[in-house]
């Protein structure tokens, strides 16, 4: 989280500043004062108008550019009256806030909010800290979303979705079967964590189903780049201690397809889960239980999950196609020895990338995702 000021504010309707003589502080430097006289010019006004203050929370520094949020344009709050909370889930409007005493409040979003944002869903989401103004005994109204870190998004008609903020890492869970496994899909998810700030966790399930054997390969690939990667089951519990080990005192999200497993895993990693995991779900057309909104979940033994819908299509989100190259780090000791400085290691005949593959130093799984990605093409993710 951003570090926060308490600041004294002059609750005053003209917030701009009185001019004030610069040039002070060089006298200081320069002569030594050891007093400096009240700056003389600044504008006269009724006492009245400057003793009323108030405390109010702010960002220390002018955080960066997140995606999905303008938070410089944030309101700041008055703590006296407003209460800091997480958003638990979103339902349209409507969100549920929870308390550090573990009250939970129905909130509204402040109509100033909702217009600060072109994309109404991005203005609050699962996983926000936010600053709520009491109404009734459980009802609140949400005056300020703190900064984001930590961001899964996704690309829903040409916006941004912020599907959870604020989490430390991402579970990517595919299955080997039913459905199965798709190398690329793992890769498109590891650039949309790399986007949103997140360490991956790549669980690759259902390993009860197939010899897993011949996926081996696949996990020591993504070892060998940092990332670790697992075999789980659902079904015989295979890998859950792992997985549990990597959750405790963290914020993580599971994301992956529909199907492959993210709600049966969480129910196995904490049994007393699912009727909760259940309370978020809808019965769709097709009469099957789907989750349909992701709702944050606290753990017994320490830290958070979030268990994410399925996504029909994988589209990233505001990548250029010079930019991908910058997400597969197993590139970068060969790009320089491109023949063309902007070498797009696509078409060229001088390219030590599409070298690197047919030697093997670089995976040609991942080289593919790359050109995928290149290519711009959304992948089904066979929903
Ligand atoms: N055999 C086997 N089936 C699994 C495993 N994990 C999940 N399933 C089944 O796969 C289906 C989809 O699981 P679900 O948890 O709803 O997937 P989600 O859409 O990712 O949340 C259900 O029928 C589960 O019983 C596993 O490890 N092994
Ligand atoms: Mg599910
Ligand atoms: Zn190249």
Not at 71 to 94: F, I, N, T
Not at 295 to 308: A, M, P, Q, Y
Not at 313 to 335: A, D, H, K, S
Not at 346 to 356: L, P, S, V
Request: aromatic share 6%.
């Amino acid at each position: 989280m951003a570090k926060k000021k308490k600041i004294r504010v002059e609750m005053r309707k003209n917030r701009s500043k009185p001019p004030r003589n610069k040039g002070w502080t060089r006298g200081f430097q320069e002569h030594g004062f050891t007093e400096v006289a009240p700056v003389s010019d600044e504008r006269v006004r009724a006492k009245g108008d400057l003793s009323r203050k108030r405390t109010i929370v702010q960002d220390e520094s002018a955080p960066p550019q997140v995606a999905g949020q303008e938070h410089a344009e944030m309101p700041a709050v008055d703590e006296v009256v407003c209460l800091p909370g997480r958003v638990l889930r979103v339902h349209g409007l409507q969100s549920v806030v929870e308390v550090a005493d573990g009250r939970q409040f129905r909130c509204v979003v402040r109509r100033v909010l909702r217009t600060m944002n072109t994309d109404e869903r991005n203005v609050v989401t699962t996983g926000d800290r936010v600053w709520f103004l009491p109404t009734q005994e459980d009802e609140g109204v949400i005056e300020r979303v703190e900064p984001r870190h930590g961001l899964l998004t996704r690309a829903s008609r040409q916006r941004e979705h912020v599907l959870v903020a604020n989490v430390d890492q991402v579970v990517i869970v595919m299955s080997l079967v039913e459905p199965d496994l798709k190398p690329h899909l793992i890769d498109r998810y590891l650039v949309s964590a790399a986007q949103g700030r997140i360490a991956p966790i790549i669980c690759l399930n259902k390993s009860d189903l197939v010899d897993p054997v011949p996926y081996q390969t696949l996990i020591g690939l993504y070892n060998q780049l940092g990332i670790p990667a697992l075999l789980t089951s659902a079904a015989t519990g295979v890998g859950i201690d792992r997985l549990r080990h990597w959750l405790r005192g963290r914020q993580t999200v599971f994301s992956g397809q529909s199907g492959v497993g993210k709600s049966s895993l969480l129910n196995v990693i904490q049994p007393e889960l699912a009727l909760r995991v259940r309370e978020v779900s809808e019965t769709n057309q097709k009469g099957k239980h789907t989750t349909t909104t992701a709702e944050l979940i606290r753990l017994d033994f320490g830290g958070w999950v979030v268990d994410t819908p399925g996504i029909r299509q994988f589209e990233l989100w505001n990548i250029m196609p010079e930019e991908v190259e910058g997400f597969f780090p197993e590139f970068r000791p060969f790009v320089p020895l491109c023949g063309y400085p902007d070498c797009t290691h696509t078409h060229e005949d001088r390219c030590a990338i599409k070298r690197a593959v047919d030697r093997r130093q670089i995976s040609a799984s991942r080289y593919l995702s790359y050109l995928g990605m290149f290519e711009e093409k959304p992948m089904e993710s066979g929903e």
